[in-house]
Structures are given as C-alpha cells and as structure tokens.
C-alpha cells in the first residue's frame, strides 16, 4: 500500500519535547494497527509503543509516563515527554494486521517506515 513516511525528529536536550508523525493515509481506519519501534546503534530494534483498531495504547516500561502514541485520518503520532539520554535512537513507524494486547515483536512487522533520527545531547 501507501509508503510509510516518519518526520518530526532531531536534536533535542534531556528533559526536552519532540512530537514524531508516520503519514499513514493507506492504513488508519483499516483493520491495520500501528505501532513505533526504535534501535540505538549496536541495540537490537525495541517496541516503544502500539496503538490497535480499537484505539488500545501499549507501551514499553521504559517510556510510560513519558510517551504518547496517537492517529488522526492520516498520521500515526508519538509524543515524546521528559526526554532521557536513553531516548537517542532512530524510530520507525510499523503496520501489522493482527490483535496482539502487546507490542508485536519486531520480526512480525511486515511493514516498516525508513526511520526519523531523535539524538538527545546536552
């Protein structure tokens, strides 16, 4: 379908705000759910957070609290609170077509967007 397309990142300072959007226009309001992943050079790719059809929120231990995944018609969303060092990685935008009451592993994505660089320096 559609090409994934990510925006919204860059340079921030800890305790900073950035607010990540995937145009998803071929996706929203299908039976297809979304969610956003990220990988720091070296690290395996992580889930940060899924939103499903029914508009379920999961997120990662690590950023609850912090982040917030959301979609309008044509964008998938995450905004990014109280930004950490933790945080520097390059997040991508995922589609996936089954119910899962958790993040999917990544190996189950079976489509991804080529990524938006966050990099959190002092």
């Known amino acids: 379908q559609e090409q994934l397309m990510e925006s919204g990142g860059g340079s921030v300072q800890p305790g900073g705000s950035l607010r990540l959007s995937c145009a998803a226009p071929?996706?929203?309001?299908?039976?297809?759910?979304l969610a956003w992943f990220r990988q720091a050079p070296g690290k395996e790719r992580e889930g940060v957070a899924a939103?499903?059809?029914?508009?379920t929120s999961t997120y990662a231990d690590s950023v609850k609290g912090r982040f917030t995944i959301s979609q309008d018609n044509i964008n998938l969303y995450l905004e990014i609170h109280s930004v950490e060092y933790e945080d520097t990685a390059m997040y991508y935008c995922a589609i996936y077509s089954f119910k899962a009451g958790f993040i999917p592993r990544p190996q189950a994505i079976p489509y991804w967007g080529l990524g938006t660089q966050v990099t959190v320096s002092s």
């Open positions: 939103i499903e059809t029914d508009g």
């Open positions: 071929g996706y929203i309001g299908t039976t297809y759910c």
